[in-house]
Each structure stands twice: as structure tokens, then as C-alpha cells.
């Protein structure tokens, strides 16, 4: 995230875009290195449906 304000005043939908990307990155990585044992409650649908997908999961 280093420089991100400098670049969303320059270019706001970029840096949205960057920001974005890491924010998601973030996340899987988290997400791929949990044990086993690990859960995730999402009460957002939208955002439980994404980690389905992200994950590899039906259901």
C-alpha cells in the first residue's frame, strides 16, 4: 500500500484498482494457509459466495 495516496490523487481509479488487488491477495493468501480446523463466518452472501469460489467450494 506504500505510496497509495500519492497515486490515488493522481490517478483515483487506479489506485483503487491497486488497492483492490492487494486488499484480495491479502486475503487469499490468509485464507490458503489457514489448518485444518480453520473456519470463516461471513455473514455478507456475496462475500461468502467469493471465498466459495476463491477456495474451490460447493455448497
Request: positive net charge.
Amino acid at each position: 500500500m506504500r505510496g497509495y495516496r500519492t497515486l490515488a490523487r493522481a490517478h483515483p481509479l487506479a489506485a483503487r484498482a491497486q488497492a483492490d488487488l492487494i486488499i484480495k491477495n491479502t486475503y487469499r493468501t490468509l485464507m490458503t494457509r489457514g489448518m485444518q480446523g480453520c473456519f470463516v463466518y461471513c455473514t455478507d452472501e456475496a462475500t461468502r459466495a467469493y471465498l466459495r469460489r476463491g477456495l474451490g467450494q460447493a455448497g
